[in-house]
C-alpha cells in the first residue's frame, strides 16, 4: 500500500533528520497528523525561523540573530586568546563553563581525507585572516578528541605558529573519541586550565 503524498513527503523529511529511519520517520508522520494544527504551525514556523533569523557571524563562524555576533561584539573579552572548536554547538557548551573569557572561532567541521573535507571546505581561511588583524597572542585548538579532531589540530599549528602566535590544545581529562559538547563543565575547566603546547 502507497500512502497518501502528503504523508509520504512528510516521512521523507523527518528521515532527513539524523539518527532517523523510515519506521521512526513513519510513526512521527502520522504523529502529526494527529498533532494540534496550532501546534503543527509553531513547529512548521520554527522550523523557517532557524533558517530565515539565524546568521554565521562573519567574523567567528558562530550562530546568531545579528552579525557580528554577542561575544564578538563585547568589548570586555579577551581578544589575546580565540578557542578554536569543530560547531556552534561547542561554543554554548564553553561559554556554560563561564570561566572563557577570550573569543571563538568555529570550523564548522574537521578536516577529514576519508569524507573528501579538505582546509577549503572548513572554516580555515577567515581564522587566519583573523590573526593578522587582531591582537591574538594564542590560539587554543579545542576540537573532538577524534582522529580527525586530532589531526585538524596539527594541520592548524602548522599553519599558525610560524606566525609566531603560541598554540595550545585541550588536556585530555576528555577522554579519546569524545565531543566537547557531550563533556560537563568540570571536564572541561581541568581540560582548558591544562591544555598543552603544540
Ligand atoms: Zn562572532
Do not use: W
Not at 135 to 151: D, P, Q, S
Request: aromatic content about 6%.
Amino acid at each position: 500500500m502507497q500512502y497518501p503524498e502528503p504523508i509520504a513527503k512528510l516521512i521523507d523529511s523527518y528521515m532527513k533528520l539524523p539518527g532517523i529511519g523510515q519506521k521512526t520517520a513513519t510513526r512521527l508522520a502520522f504523529y502529526t497528523i494527529d498533532m494540534k494544527d496550532e501546534v503543527v504551525n509553531e513547529f512548521a514556523k520554527s522550523l523557517l525561523s532557524v533558517k530565515r533569523d539565524l546568521h554565521f557571524c562573519s567574523i567567528c563562524g558562530n550562530i546568531t540573530e545579528e552579525d557580528p555576533c554577542e561575544i564578538c561584539q563585547d568589548t570586555t573579552r579577551d581578544k589575546s586568546m580565540i578557542l578554536v572548536v569543530e560547531e556552534p554547538k561547542d561554543v554554548m557548551a564553553m561559554e556554560k563553563m563561564r570561566e572563557f573569557h577570550g573569543l571563538y572561532h568555529v570550523l564548522h567541521g574537521v578536516l577529514s581525507p576519508m569524507e573528501g573535507t579538505g582546509p577549503e571546505d572548513i572554516n580555515i581561511a577567515p581564522l587566519i585572516q583573523r590573526l593578522h588583524d587582531e591582537e591574538v597572542k594564542e590560539i587554543i585548538i579545542a576540537t573532538n578528541a577524534t582522529t580527525e579532531g586530532e589531526a585538524t589540530a596539527m594541520y592548524l599549528s602548522r599553519l599558525i605558529k610560524p606566525a609566531g602566535i603560541k598554540v595550545t590544545r585541550l588536556a585530555h581529562g576528555l577522554s579519546v573519541g569524545s565531543d566537547i559538547e557531550y563533556a560537563d563543565e568540570v571536564t572541561l575547566l581541568k581540560a582548558v586550565e591544562g591544555r598543552r603546547e603544540l
